[in-house]
């Protein structure tokens, strides 16, 4: 099976793992966020911040912490979290985007990985042959030297 595709298996099934382990709940933001960046007059939307927040686990226990909020909220504004089965603040499930794009960087990167091995493992031969060649010659010249160098009376 190519590398790629079984990437994209894994994570699809994890993404399934995740989410049927994970679910959402709303929290109130107990502080403002900061205002959106602006560069060169042009506001970047998107931007996150973490703020302590307040929610409700379960219908009963209350908890507070920090959540990622985007920028520019004023307190007491509902921020979507998602929680796992114990109630803790966890990161949504891998989306169909995200897996993608780990897909192609796996896909991408499987030559290069391989290509770095074979280089490796040929490196590695032309080692042992060169150590077992030189032996060879060492002892060729250890028989043949004595009367290659003997001088004369």
Known sequence: MLPGRA??????????RQAAQRHTARAVLLQATPPPLVTMAIPRWGDQAWVRAR???N????????VLASMGLPAGSLVTIWLDASGKLTVPPLQPGQITDRTVAVA?????VLA???????WLARRL????RLADWDAAWSAVGPEWTRRGP
């Open 108 to 112: 991408a990167l499987a030559p290069a």
């Open 129 to 132: 042959v060169d150590r077992r």
């Open 55 to 57: 929610w409700e686990v």
């Open 116 to 122: 770095i091995a074979l280089l490796a493992a040929l």
């Open 59 to 66: 219908g009963a226990a209350t908890r507070t912490g920090h």
């Open 7 to 16: 990437w994209a298996q894994a994570a699809a099934a994890e993404a399934r």
